[in-house]
């Protein structure tokens, strides 16, 4: 089965530096996805795009947030100035459209130090 | 906004038992519903998802779910527990009648714990 692919597994960082997580959907999928889970605990959705935009985005996705598919492949999450309450499991998901389920990568261990 | 529920925090079975995990959900207009497993150390597995018709959806490893309108429900449930069905469970939720219907909103997840 396709699979959605993150990069890097595991990423240390300090705080206030910037840091970009690297996702590749699978290929024919419209829509993407970015959540988050702090601690093995709640998914909390941060960011929905579709169509070369951000269609919804939560509370969580302020100014230090962005998100770009910079081609036709990647889709990123860059955070600008990390908190340490930014340590959290970020995920990026895709599908193909709204009422198909959302194919998780394996995602990406963020340690803001 | 749409939104789940998942009362308990964590569910004990033994192993050959039933079990249910339970989700209520909220939203505007007509739901799509998703339930997903966290295996330790890993990303969301599908397990099986509602969209309409028949109210009782069959899914991945035994699992079956019944969508309930009148109770807002949602519950996960399986015949017969394994010990290898122990496991983060989450279900989630999108409003099909929202304007900005692309985002699958998750419950707080259940923690289900099989012994032999």
């Known amino acids: 089965e396709p699979e959605v692919t993150q990069t890097p597994s595991h990423q240390v960082t300090q705080m206030g530096q910037e840091v970009i997580l690297r996702c590749v959907p699978i290929?024919?999928?419209?829509?993407f996805y970015w959540y988050r889970q702090i601690l093995g605990q709640k998914v909390e959705f941060l960011v929905s795009f579709y169509n070369n935009e951000i269609s919804e985005k939560s509370e969580i996705f302020d100014d230090q947030f962005s998100v770009e598919r910079p081609d036709g492949s990647n889709f990123t999450l860059k955070i600008r100035s990390t908190k340490l309450e930014d340590s959290a499991m970020y995920f990026c998901?895709?599908?193909?459209?709204?009422?198909?389920?959302?194919?998780f990568g394996s995602g990406t261990q963020l340690s803001v130090l | 906004a749409q939104s789940v529920a998942q009362p308990e925090d964590q569910v004990n079975v033994a192993e050959g038992n039933p079990l249910t995990v339970k989700c209520t959900y909220s939203?505007?207009?007509?739901?799509?519903l998703f339930w997903y497993v966290q295996y330790p150390n890993r990303g969301l597995q599908f397990l099986l998802k509602?969209?309409?018709?028949?109210?009782l959806v069959k899914g991945s490893y035994g699992f079956e779910a019944e969508f309930n309108k009148s109770q807002t429900s949602f519950h996960l449930k399986k015949p017969s527990a394994l010990v290898s069905d122990s496991a983060l469970y989450f279900c989630?939720?999108?409003?099909?009648?929202?304007?900005?219907?692309?985002?699958?909103?998750f419950g707080a997840g259940t923690r289900l714990t099989v012994k032999p």
């Open positions: 998901a895709s599908s193909p459209y709204v009422s198909e389920k959302l194919f």
């Open positions: 509602y969209i309409t018709g028949d109210n």
């Open positions: 989630a939720v999108r409003d099909i009648n929202s304007y900005n219907n692309n985002d699958m909103r």
């Open positions: 939203v505007s207009g007509n739901p799509y």
């Open positions: 290929s024919n999928h419209l829509y």
